[in-house]
């Protein structure tokens, strides 16, 4: 299983940028971020291919956040801008491992880095 290790969080006001990144030894076809808000349950935000790089966001994202990965340095990354107190989360590095999983954008996540605050405040 590949270890995932998220990094970037942090305290912003309305309106302003965070970028998180992620690291792993080595990344499959697919892999994402998802988050979860206290009392709701792990949605996902962003999904991107490895292969040539199709991305796929959540409705509640889609024009804010940018996924990308560095295939080089083995780093994902997630741009966050315009953000909202809505988007206050825990943000984790998401892969796939055998087995089942949760299915998202058209591919399956079963791996989880330990994940990293954003709290976005109005």
């Known amino acids: 299983q590949v270890r995932l290790v998220e990094s970037g969080g942090g305290s912003v006001q309305t309106g302003e940028s965070l970028k998180l990144s992620c690291t792993a030894s080595?990344?499959?076809?697919?892999v994402g971020w998802f988050r979860q808000a206290p009392g709701k349950e792990r949605e996902g935000v962003a999904r991107?291919?490895?292969?040539?790089?199709?991305?796929y966001y959540a409705d509640s994202v889609k024009g804010r956040f940018t996924i990308s990965l560095d295939n080089a340095m083995n780093t994902l990354y997630l741009e966050m801008n315009s953000l909202k107190p809505e988007d206050t989360a825990t943000y984790y590095c998401a892969s796939w491992s055998l087995g089942g999983g949760s299915w998202f954008g058209g591919c399956q996540f079963n791996s989880w880095g330990r994940g990293t605050q954003v709290t976005v405040s109005s």
């Open positions: 991107i291919k490895a292969d040539g790089g199709d991305t």
């Open positions: 080595k990344f499959p076809a697919c």
